[in-house]
T-cell receptor, first 116, second 113 residues
Framework: NAGVMQNPRHLVRRRGQEARLRCSPM?????VYWYRQLPEEGLKFMVY????????ESGMPKERFSAEFPKEGPSILRIQQVVRGDSAAYFC??????????????FGPGTRLTVT | AQKVTQAQTEISVVEKEDVTLDCVYE???????LFWYKQPPSGELVFLIR??????QNEISGRYSWNFQKSTSSFNFTITASQVVDSAVYFC??????????FGKGTSLLVTP
């Protein structure tokens, strides 16, 4: 009865490298959300995906960031050419179909990204 | 526009005291959802409760209780007889238009023995 899984839990990258963060939703959940927690900004929504579709990416930075949720496998948040300002905790959440009476988002343990 | 305000940045109490965490929200939508999440020192986010806008019934779960009042746009969270393990950052969040959780800044609760 696994919950939302994220890996790696900790990731260190040098400036200019790529970071790939993975998220496997809870069993029975087909909707995935990515959030970022920055020390001074709090928790902010980045992107909402269903299988093979990006539904809402209004919170994603316009450059260097991308997300996917393929038909098979986990959701991936990719950050290209990382900069120090990308250092943060990245949380993935999953849910069943949003809008129903019992809709909740359950979070994974997060990936702590450190850019050196 | 939607907004969540948690005016209390930090609260410190002694074990066994009751403590209330305030949450005030803003939204123009008539249908919305309110949430509380707990983030202990280990860093994960733990779901505590969801409330629908059309259900103002208050809820009690063990030492936790929630008071939802649409008239004041508040969704306050009370911990009765606090324990050291309750020490965490607590986030109130809102979903109205769209699917994204809109979080408050969080209240850091420290319970000392």
């Amino acid at each position: 009865n696994a919950g939302v899984m994220q890996n790696p839990r900790h990731l260190v990258r040098r400036r200019g490298q790529e970071a790939r963060l993975r998220c496997s939703p809870m069993k029975g959940h087909s909707h995935v959300y990515w959030y970022r927690q920055l020390p001074e900004e709090g928790l902010k929504f980045m992107v909402y995906l269903q299988k093979e579709n990006i539904i809402d990416e209004s919170g994603m930075p316009k450059e260097r960031f991308s997300a996917e949720f393929p038909k098979e496998g986990p959701s991936i948040l990719r950050i290209q050419q990382v900069v120090r300002g990308d250092s943060a905790a990245y949380f993935c959440a999953s849910s069943r179909i949003p809008g129903l009476a019992d809709y909740e988002q359950y979070f994974g343990p997060g990936t702590r990204l450190t850019v050196t | 526009a939607q907004k969540v305000t948690q005016a209390q940045t930090e609260i410190s109490v002694v074990e066994k005291e009751d403590v209330t965490l305030d949450c005030v929200y803003e939204t123009r939508d008539t249908t919305y959802y309110l949430f509380w999440y707990k983030q202990p020192p280990s860093g994960e986010l733990v779901f505590l409760i969801r409330r629908n806008s059309f259900d103002e019934q208050n809820e009690i779960s063990g030492r936790y209780s929630w008071n939802f009042q649409k008239s004041t746009s508040s969704f306050n969270f009370t911990i009765t007889a606090s324990q050291v393990v309750d020490s965490a950052v607590y986030f109130c969040a809102l979903i109205s238009s769209g699917y994204a959780l809109n979080f408050g800044k969080g209240t850091s609760l420290l319970v000392t023995p």
